[in-house]
């Protein structure tokens, strides 16, 4: 505080010593008046640079809001024009679109349309495969029933013709079914023939006829006596007793035999084995002559193996017997019935499939 205090004195003093000057206040006094022009005139330029940067700013603002209003327009211009394009490509999508659907619609018509007439010609194709069908079975049965005389197998064929004809499900076939009906008929009344088990029969005699006993009985002997057997064992001694042995001797040789039935003469053991060979050979050409249905050809084979058999071979024997029975069984078969004609039928079919011809009412009946 003292040094401050000791500072501040000087200071005092000198201003104490400068004296106040009042000539300059006076001056200044003087120039105050002048100077307020200047400052009404600055404050007129004040006004003006104001008014300038208003009108500046309003007009920068004008422009501004001009800008404003075309970026606006350009915005809405250019938002009218893509508006327009969506509408353009929308419209024309949806024309795609439509013209796409159109063709969807065409061609789902034209299918089903293709579809339709594929269905009708599979209809179509099926009928007639089904026809050509029941007309080979019954072709096959008529060829059965006429070259093999084979009446089962024909009437199997014709009930899947027939199951053939069910299938089309067409009335115009009723007529044809109705002949077949009565063809199937006609064939189920034949007393058929066991072919198979004929054959078979022929064949297992055939086999046996080796066993076939030959009408050559061994020959009938008296039991010699104590006496005969002791003079035939005796010696001769002299020369009397040599004439009676000689005799004796000779009656050994000689064998006399009583048959009741004509005297045969005896085989020999290679006419025996050519008598069983062609006996052989009847039986299996009575065996053929079945299988191909020749009923004539059967019976008289038959006939000639009985007779023979009957004549060489012993008749009281079983083995003898029971052949001989067993062709009698063979020979009441009749192998070749009378079989009804079913061309006539394979004919009717055949029109039908090529020219579409139904059958007359005479056929029918």
Known sequence: MTETNKKSEPAKKAEKKVPHKKAPENKAKKNNTPSNAGVYLLIIIVIIASAAGFYYL??????????????SNTIEQKLARYTDNLKQQQIAIEEKTEAKIEKLYSDQANLHENLSKLIQNNKQLRKDWLLAEAEYLIQLANHRLLLEKDVSTAVVALKAADKRLAEISDPALLKIRGIIAKDIQSLSNIKTVDLAGLSVTISALSDNITNLPLNTPGPE?????????????????????????????????VVIRNHQKPIQPLLSSS????????????????????????????????????????????????????????IDELQKNDISPS???????????KQYRLHGKQPKADKVK
């Open 58 to 71: 309003w007009q920068q603002q004008q422009l501004s809001g001009s800008k404003q209003r075309d970026f």
């Open 221 to 253: 002997t008296k039991p010699a006596t104590k006496d005969e057997k002791s003079t035939e064992s005796s010696e001769v001694k002299n020369l009397k007793d040599l004439p009676a042995a000689i005799w004796r001797d000779i009656k050994g040789l």
């Open 271 to 326: 006419q025996h084995f050519y008598l069983t060979q062609n006996l052989a050979l009847l039986l299996e050409q009575s065996r053929l002559a079945l299988l191909n249905g020749q009923n004539a050809i059967y019976q008289e084979r038959l006939s000639t193996t009985k007779k023979w058999i009957s004549q060489y071979f012993d008749t009281e024997h079983n083995v003898t017997r029971n052949m001989l029975s067993s």
């Open 339 to 349: 079989l009804p004609d079913i061309s006539a039928t394979f004919s009717i079919i």
